[in-house]
């Protein structure tokens, strides 16, 4: 997993709420027990039109985000089904950070152990932030994890909520089993006295 410190990029405008994972990521694509090729299926029902086309209107599509990675949500993203594989694609298409008012738990645990960071601002926030992008679309925002702050294209700088333990894990690219392999030696000097 790649470190999360400052992550500055264009943000995607996908102001829905209740986006469930079945639409991040529909039901047939969970074949797989791997996350190599899941981008494709990312918003895969939004962003394909008939015969496989992309399809031009949708915001995933627009030349302007091609390489954008914070994603901006309605409230209660990620709702629906506990299925992993909903990081996995949105961290496959490249995007790296959800800014929403609102996630479902299991889904935020879930990015969090795949190297995506969900964003909880509260409304006033959201409402400036969607403001700015409406006067300006391809405006950046930066997020600086170690601070836990978002700063709006308009300056506001605000902060977010996380726990420490998913914060160091994203800050340094590892997951729960890479944390504990880190501390191997401590391990097996407990077991060695226990026996």
């Given at each position: 997993?790649?470190?999360?410190?400052?992550?500055?990029?264009?943000?995607?405008?996908?102001?829905?709420?209740?986006?469930?994972?079945?639409?991040?990521?529909?039901?047939?694509?969970?074949?797989?027990?791997d996350?190599?090729?899941?981008?494709?299926?990312?918003?895969?029902s939004?962003?394909?039109?008939?015969?496989?086309?992309?399809?031009?209107?949708?915001?995933?599509?627009?030349?302007?985000?091609?390489?954008?990675?914070i994603?901006?949500?309605?409230?209660?993203?990620?709702?629906?089904?506990?299925?992993?594989?909903?990081?996995?694609?949105?961290?496959?298409?490249?995007?790296?950070?959800?800014?929403?008012?609102?996630?479902?738990?299991?889904?935020?645990?879930?990015?969090?152990?795949?190297?995506?960071?969900?964003?909880?601002?509260?409304?006033?926030?959201?409402?400036?932030?969607?403001?700015?992008?409406?006067?300006?679309?391809?405006?950046?925002?930066?997020?600086?994890l170690?601070?836990?702050?978002?700063?709006?294209?308009?300056?506001?700088?605000?902060?977010?909520?996380?726990?420490?333990?998913?914060?160091?894990?994203?800050?340094?690219?590892?997951?729960?089993?890479?944390?504990?392999?880190?501390?191997?030696?401590?391990?097996?000097?407990?077991?060695?006295?226990?026996?």
């Open positions: 997993m790649e470190p999360f410190q400052i992550l500055t990029s264009r943000v995607i405008p996908l102001l829905r709420d209740n986006i469930d994972t079945d639409q991040i990521i529909p039901a047939h694509f969970l074949k797989v027990t996350k190599a090729g899941l981008a494709e299926g990312c918003f895969s939004w962003r394909y039109i008939a015969g496989g086309k992309p399809d031009p209107e949708f915001v995933l599509n627009k030349p302007d985000y091609q390489g954008a990675q994603l901006l949500a309605g409230d209660n993203f990620g709702c629906g089904s506990s299925r992993e594989h909903a990081p996995w694609a949105l961290v496959g298409w490249g995007i790296r950070a959800v800014i929403s008012s609102s996630f479902a738990d299991i889904f935020r645990n879930n990015a969090m152990k795949n190297g995506l960071l969900p964003v909880v601002l509260p409304a006033d926030i959201l409402a400036g932030l969607v403001g700015s992008l409406q006067s300006n679309p391809l405006s950046e925002v930066s997020i600086a170690k601070k836990q702050s978002i700063r709006l294209p308009d300056g506001v700088e605000a902060t977010f909520p996380i726990d420490p333990f998913n914060k160091m894990c994203l800050l340094e690219g590892i997951d729960s089993l890479e944390y504990l392999l880190k501390h191997e030696e401590q391990i097996s000097a407990f077991e060695g006295k226990a026996k």
